[in-house]
């Protein structure tokens, strides 16, 4: 296939790239995160994001290396930023089926940080449903393993896949992100409304952290704010950043 090789081709020429969205905190706006999402800036087509390339990308090998030049970039990102002060912040990681699949990727992952001197907590990884119910004894023994290195764990889309309830006691976890079908809802979908509440209300007697994705607009952040959120992102804080921009925004928010 013409991708394949474009983008093995793309990853040996460096031309990806991340950019980072912030999570704030809704009541006093200050940072505590910051997502890390690939993008590939192709020779003719321009800036690409995931959606052009990453389903063909999920099926290939390639995606092995791909993601984990993800993880190291982050990884280095995040070193950066804690030395320069800009955003002394953990960066979420979106991590692909396939890498999280791989046989010791708890140890891939211990070497990174080995490598580039970054302690745990600095990096936050971020699991699809699917990733955690195709083997959950499998997920739970990884996951224990990432969070003995002080990583932390936070399930994406969340309420869209098919996690069984009761896994969410077993899995050890720290956060949960509203997809933002769900915020999308807000303020006037009943049935919007009404889950978004549920999962942050349950959230919070699991004793996880919840975030909401996707928050556009001055009534979605108030009413996720009442209901005891932690964490806001989308366009009403920021879009999607290049490095240069994030840092822009980090400064001027100090
Ligand atoms: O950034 P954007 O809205 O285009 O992201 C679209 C989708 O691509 C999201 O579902 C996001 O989780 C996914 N994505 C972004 N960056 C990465 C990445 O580095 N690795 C993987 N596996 N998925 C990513
Ligand atoms: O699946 P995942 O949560 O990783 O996807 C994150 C993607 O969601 C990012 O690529 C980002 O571009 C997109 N995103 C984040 N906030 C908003 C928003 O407020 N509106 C829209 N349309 N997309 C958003
Ligand atoms: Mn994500
Ligand atoms: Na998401």
Redesign the pocket.
């Known amino acids: 296939l013409v991708l394949e090789t474009q983008l093995r081709e793309g990853l040996e020429r460096g031309e990806f790239e991340?950019?980072f969205?912030p999570q704030v905190d809704p009541v006093q706006g200050r940072l505590m995160s910051a997502e890390?999402?690939?993008?590939w800036r192709h020779p003719t087509r321009g800036l690409l994001?995931?959606?052009h390339f990453?389903a063909v990308a999920?099926r290939h090998p390639l995606?092995v290396p791909l993601?984990q030049w993800?993880l190291r970039q982050a990884a280095l990102q995040a070193q950066a930023w804690h030395h320069s002060g800009v955003a002394a912040v953990p960066i979420a990681?979106?991590?692909?089926r396939m890498?999280f699949r791989l046989d010791g990727f708890a140890d891939a992952v211990r070497e990174v940080l080995a490598q580039i001197n970054v302690p745990g907590p600095w990096l936050q990884l971020?699991l699809t449903e699917r990733m955690l119910m195709d083997d959950v004894p499998a997920a739970c023994e990884t996951l224990r393993a990432l969070r003995a290195l002080g990583l932390t764990i936070a399930v994406?889309?969340f309420g869209t896949g098919h996690t069984a309830l009761a896994h969410l006691t077993q899995l050890p976890l720290d956060k949960l992100k509203i997809d933002q079908s769900f915020v999308a809802g807000l303020p006037h979908e009943n049935g919007a409304v009404a889950i978004t509440r549920a999962i942050v209300q349950m959230a919070q007697g699991l004793g996880l952290r919840v975030g909401a994705e996707g928050v556009r607009r001055r009534e979605q952040w108030n009413l996720l704010q009442d209901w005891g959120c932690h964490e806001l992102q989308g366009e009403m804080v920021a879009p999607?950043l290049s490095v240069a921009d994030f840092e822009a925004w980090a400064r001027q928010r100090q």
Do not use: G, H, K, W
């Open positions: 991340l950019y969205q890390a999402l690939l993008r994001t995931p959606e990453i999920e995606m993601s993800v990681v979106n991590l692909s890498q971020e994406d889309d999607p």
